[in-house]
Every structure is written in C-alpha cells, then in structure tokens.
C-alpha cells in the first residue's frame, strides 16, 4: 500500500469518526424542547457614577411574545429621559419617550 492512499485511507476514517461524533451530538441536543417553550426573563442594571455623569438604568420583562420595559439616562442638559416600552405580536414595538427636570446641570470636573 502506497503511502498516499493510506493518507487517504487515514482521512476518510477520521471524516467518518467525526461525522458519527456529530451526529451524536445533534441527538443529545433536544432543540424541540428549547423551541417550544415560550421565552422568559426578566432583567434589570442601574450606574450612578457621579464622577463621570454616567447616571442611567434600565428594567425589562419578558413573558413568551410579549415585553415591558423602561430605561433611564441624564442628559447633558441636566433633564432624565425616560423610555417605557412594550412589543407585542399585534403592536409589534411601541416606545413612549419623555422628558423631566432633575434640577441641576451636571458639571464635569
């Protein structure tokens, strides 16, 4: 046996190997079972540096289709702008943006 078709040979059994090994993997992953459910989190951070002016925060819930949600952030002119939003699969996203004095302008530095 030459010394290519036994590089050959070695190949195609190592393709063959991998091949099994993949489809052994497919078969443990159950991705019916991840489909099926209907997603849910819920999820929410805030940052309050005053040194910088990073002053934001955000909440977000989710139950299959449907999400709610809020962020906040200053803005340089010293007013909060708040987001409160919801999607749906009727409405599809929907955002009501507003805007409130918080009393001081940040300076920086």
Same mark, same amino acid.
């Given at each position: /046996?030459?010394?290519?078709? @036994?590089?050959? +040979?070695?190949? /195609?059994?190592?393709?063959?190997?991998?091949?099994?090994?993949?489809?052994?993997?497919?078969?443990? @992953?159950? &991705?019916?079972?991840?489909?099926?459910? &209907?997603?849910?989190?819920?999820?929410?951070?805030?940052?309050?540096?005053?040194? $910088? +002016?990073?002053?934001?925060?955000?909440?977000?819930?989710?139950?299959?289709?449907?999400?709610?949600? #809020?962020?906040?952030?200053?803005? &340089?002119? +010293?007013?909060? #702008?708040?987001?409160?939003? $919801? @999607?749906?699969?009727?409405? +599809?996203?929907?955002?009501?943006? #507003? #805007?409130?004095?918080?009393? @001081?302008?940040?300076?920086?530095?």
């Amino acid at each position: /046996m030459s010394a290519l078709s @036994s590089s050959i +040979g070695l190949c /195609m059994f190592l393709c063959a190997l991998a091949a099994v090994q993949a489809s052994i993997i497919a078969s443990h @992953s159950h &991705p019916d079972e991840l489909i099926s459910s &209907p997603a849910q989190y819920e999820f929410q951070y805030a940052v309050h540096d005053s040194h $910088t +002016g990073d002053i934001k925060d955000q909440f977000e819930h989710r139950r299959g289709d449907y999400v709610t949600g #809020r962020y906040s952030l200053i803005e &340089p002119d +010293g007013h909060r #702008r708040i987001v409160d939003y $919801t @999607s749906d699969p009727l409405l +599809g996203f929907n955002a009501q943006v #507003r #805007r409130e004095p918080i009393g @001081s302008v940040y300076q920086r530095y």
